[in-house]
């Protein structure tokens, strides 16, 4: 089928109570990204027409939705007057002749996953799945082999609430549905609210086809709570990590590595347990050793860790970073900072070696300033570079030094230590003789 014959819908204007969290639940994130990112990428490979409803916080989805997306259209439900995702329903108008009509809490779902709704030719494909424990899905009453209805949780009786069967959110309607029985929904239920699920009753009722499709909980899981949000996150990191470890990289107890969506690894990669790799970050032919953070960086041919913190806009070739070692918006290439150092807003070239606890003052309170350290540089334990300052090459910095701003020429020595004193047998008279 093709992407202009379809049309997707993604519900994503309720509150969410159940999240207990003043944030919109579409905007909870799930391995760096909203949910709601994840539905809309998945849907944007098989359709052009995408369509988001928003109402609860809908400026704030909207806006992180629009700096994520080009593409992407808004309806406002009106809430107030019609909740609930049958509510969510009524400003659609959709262009195309299929409509899929996603949750907004759904972020494991793929492209490949809503293939199954694009093949069959049934009024309307309905998602269903089993589950030891339903709690909280609309359950699907199956009887003489065909689907008649879709009841929620909260109406449910107590043979409804013993079926597994349950909705799991996602429905293929024919357009000319849509016009027919939305309109016709009523709110008389025990929440108040217009469902959506209400549709598959009525059409069954007029003679429709309706094709129950049996999806997964690994693609389909709804998020209700945090926990689910939890459980849903698990899922996408196993998915995250097995699909690096099939495309090369090695990873020691997978299970305690965190990577999010938009990180990449290129060649031979080694992540050791407990890393956590986030943003746009690009790994390349690196080792990086246990309990290290990397955010939005760019690594490449290098050795990071254990225990580093790579903070957005590093970039490192060909450099080793050893513990304790925090970099932030920063280029190092052909650099050694084995120790216990801050390296922000700096330029270090080849060859230069960061002493144990060297500090970059790229701060002075109101502005940050440069550090800029040029090829061969020693750069002696516990130095102090006062940026703005400029280290040319060839450059020694004897240990304890404070660097002022300014710059150090190429070939000199710079040290600034107080002369050692010596006060002889100052202990004895201080603590007495034992
Ligand atoms: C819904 C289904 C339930 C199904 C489950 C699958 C209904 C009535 N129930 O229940 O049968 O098992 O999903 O995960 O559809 N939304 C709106 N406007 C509203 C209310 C909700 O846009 O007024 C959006 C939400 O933002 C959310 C989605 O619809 O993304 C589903 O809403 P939610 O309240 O989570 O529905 P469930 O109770 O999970
Ligand atoms: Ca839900």
């Not at 899929?100 to 793929?110: A, E, F, H, K, S």
């Not at 943003?279 to 254990?306: F, R, Y």
Request: aromatic fraction near 6%; charge should be negative; glycine fraction near 8%.
């Amino acid at each position: 089928m093709s992407k202009e014959s379809i049309s997707i819908i993604i519900l994503a204007a309720g509150k969410g109570s159940r999240m207990k969290s003043p944030k919109a639940k579409v905007l909870h994130s799930i391995s760096g990204k909203p949910m709601l990112y994840h539905i809309i990428k998945a849907s944007q490979e098989i359709s052009n027409d995408i369509t988001v409803v928003i109402a609860h916080q809908k400026e704030a989805v909207q806006e992180q939705m629009e700096a994520l997306f080009d593409d992407i259209n808004f309806v406002i439900q009106d809430a107030q007057n019609f909740p609930g995702t049958g509510g969510a329903m009524k400003n659609i108008t959709p262009k195309n002749e299929k409509v899929l009509v996603l949750n907004g809490d759904m972020p494991l779902i793929t492209a490949d996953a809503l293939q199954g709704f694009l093949s069959s030719d049934a009024d309307i494909i309905m998602s269903i799945f089993d589950l030891k424990d339903p709690n909280g899905y609309g359950r699907v009453v199956i009887e003489e082999n065909a689907v008649q209805y879709i009841v929620e949780q909260k109406d449910a009786n107590d043979a409804e609430l013993a079926t597994t069967t349950v909705n799991a959110g996602v429905y293929a309607f024919k357009k000319s549905l849509i016009k027919k029985y939305i309109p016709l929904l009523s709110n008389e239920n025990a929440q108040e609210e217009y469902y959506l699920t209400d549709v598959i009753a009525m059409a069954k009722k007029d003679g429709l086809s309706i094709a129950p499709l049996l999806v997964d909980e690994e693609h389909f899981k709804g998020v209700n709570s945090k926990k689910d949000l939890a459980d849903s996150e698990e899922i996408m990191q196993e998915r995250i990590r097995t699909k690096w470890m099939q495309e090369g990289v090695i990873m020691q107890l997978p299970a305690t590595i965190y990577i999010e969506s938009t990180v990449s690894f290129e060649g031979e990669c080694i992540v050791e347990n407990g890393c956590r790799i986030c943003g746009e970050t690009l790994i390349h032919n690196s080792h990086i050793k246990a309990h290290s953070i990397v955010e939005d960086s760019i690594v490449k041919n290098s050795d990071v860790g254990p225990l580093a913190h790579l903070r957005p806009a590093s970039y490192l070739e060909d450099t080793h970073i050893g513990n304790f070692v925090e970099v932030k918006k920063s280029s190092l290439k052909g650099v050694k900072a084995g120790h216990l150092s801050y390296l922000g807003d700096a330029m270090v070239d080849e060859g230069s070696n960061i002493g144990a606890g060297v500090i970059t003052c790229n701060y002075d309170g109101v502005k940050k300033y440069k550090t800029i350290i040029g090829k061969n540089v020693f750069v002696g334990s516990d130095t102090q570079l006062v940026a703005p300052v400029t280290i040319e090459d060839d450059v020694m910095i004897a240990a304890g030094t404070t660097v002022p701003s300014g710059t150090v020429k190429s070939g000199n020595l710079v040290l600034s230590r107080v002369k050692l004193r010596t006060i002889k047998e100052y202990f004895y008279k201080h603590f007495g003789k034992k």
